[in-house]
């Protein structure tokens, strides 16, 4: 380990939000059709180098007019640039796009239960926590020969509360392994004391962390007029893989029943770039 007291890293971002009350474009004045959580894993020892790889995307693309970079803001050629100097970096990006047209309306109480009104949220979060500490505890054992330390860091947003996340989580570990499920979170990266939840402008981490939600945020939302697949496929060179490749580790679409789900043809793009495959 690093004279830190962790080895990796993962920054979080997230473009969307988590309302299901009303759901576009079945609402015409309904929340967002996607939710899109996304990480960044840095190893420690280049954490420090996050602000100077901030700074070189900045000056590239010129957007030095605020101190933050909000990749929202930037035009669709910066969009692209900023996200193919990303794609250069040694970092791994993880991206879940939830769709939740099927989820309109729906209430669960038990999942309410342990993580609170903003359940849906946590229960995303934990999909990409569940392949980031895979990632990590494969990732640490082949290299490190011991189990790593992962470090979390939120970008802090209005109307989450991240106690009732980490209240989640401790539910999730008393639970232990999951019956029937391919996947789950794994606790021996994780340390709750290195869970933080930071104002976007105050880390270079979760703005490089933006550039990945938003670009496949862009990438989702068809109907948006500034819709558009480059930003996200510019990131391929760094998206998690695992045996199979990055479908189901990197970029995770849910629900699960992809078939079911009622992507446009736009949509599908993506998600067909990352490996995904679509009945006719």
């Excluded at 990409?128 to 082949?142: H, I």
């Excluded at 862009?218 to 998206?239: F, H, N, Y």
Aim: glycine residues 8%; hydrophobic residues 40%; aromatic residues 10%.
């Amino acid at each position: 380990m690093s004279e830190l007291d962790y080895d990796y890293v993962l920054y979080i971002d997230e473009a969307g939000d988590d309302g299901l009350k009303r759901v576009m474009p079945i609402d015409p004045n309904g929340s967002s059709e996607w939710l899109v959580i996304s990480g960044l894993l840095v190893r420690s020892e280049d954490v420090a180098k996050c602000r100077t790889w901030l700074e070189e995307i900045r000056s590239d693309i010129k957007a030095l007019q605020s101190g933050t970079l909000h990749f929202r803001k930037l035009s669709d050629q910066k969009r692209v640039r900023a996200a193919s100097m990303l794609s250069q970096l040694p970092v791994r990006a993880f991206t879940v796009c939830s769709n939740k047209k099927n989820m309109r309306g729906y209430k669960n109480e038990r999942a309410a239960v342990a993580g609170g009104k903003q359940w849906f949220y946590n229960w995303v979060v934990r999909i990409l926590m569940e392949r980031a500490t895979n990632y990590c505890l494969d990732n640490s054992r082949r290299k490190l020969h011991r189990d790593g330390i992962m470090k979390v860091i939120f970008s802090a947003r209005g109307g989450h509360s991240y106690g009732h996340t980490k209240a989640y989580w401790t539910w999730l570990r008393a639970q232990g392994k999951p019956l029937l499920s391919l996947h789950e979170m794994r606790f021996e990266v994780l340390r709750f004391r290195l869970v933080e939840y930071v104002p976007h402008y105050a880390e270079a981490g979760l703005q490089l962390a933006d550039i990945v939600a938003s670009a496949f945020y862009q990438a989702v939302e068809s109907g948006s007029k500034r819709w558009s697949v480059e930003s996200a496929s510019a990131l391929d060179p760094i998206m998690a893989r695992g045996p199979n490749g990055i479908v189901d580790v990197g970029l995770v679409l849910q629900p699960h029943k992809i078939d079911t789900i009622g992507l446009t043809e736009q949509q599908r793009i993506i998600f067909e770039h990352y490996g995904y495959y679509f009945r006719p």
